[in-house]
């Protein structure tokens, strides 16, 4: 069993920025792709960010690169996710999910852990 804890959410202005963290438990963390997701109100769930098991590979969706850098420290078992210049279309509910061994993926449905999220609001 796997416990994905994030934290660092908050209300910031437009042009701000926020560093999210997700705290994993329960088992090897090294080995597993990690990624972050939102949902804004009323819309589905979608792709922020994703990084490989060696922390090389990355990989963003476009309203988000350039600006948002995702990191992890293996040692705290931890993944990072440094949101700068932020919009407020940026504003949602953002949740850290592991993903598969050894394989760098963006699709929700090969992500099996998820945590119980963290609110990120963005005013104009």
């Known amino acids: 069993q796997v416990q994905l804890v994030e934290s660092g959410g908050g209300l910031v202005q437009a042009g701000g920025s926020l560093r999210l963290t997700c705290a994993a438990s329960?088992?090897?963390?090294?080995?597993?792709?990690m990624g972050w997701f939102r949902q804004a109100p009323g819309k589905e769930r979608e792709f922020v960010a994703a990084i490989s098991w060696s922390g090389v590979g990355t990989d963003y969706a476009d309203s988000v690169k350039g600006r948002f850098t995702i990191s992890r420290d293996d040692a705290k078992n931890t993944v990072y996710l440094q949101m700068n210049s932020l919009k407020p279309e940026d504003t949602a509910v953002y949740y850290c999910?592991?993903?598969?061994?050894?394989?760098?993926?963006?699709?929700?449905?090969?992500?099996?852990?998820w945590g119980q999220g963290t609110q990120v609001t963005v005013s104009s």
């Open positions: 329960g088992r090897t963390f090294s080995n597993y792709c």
């Open positions: 999910a592991q993903g598969p061994r050894l394989r760098l993926v963006r699709n929700e449905n090969d992500y099996g852990y």
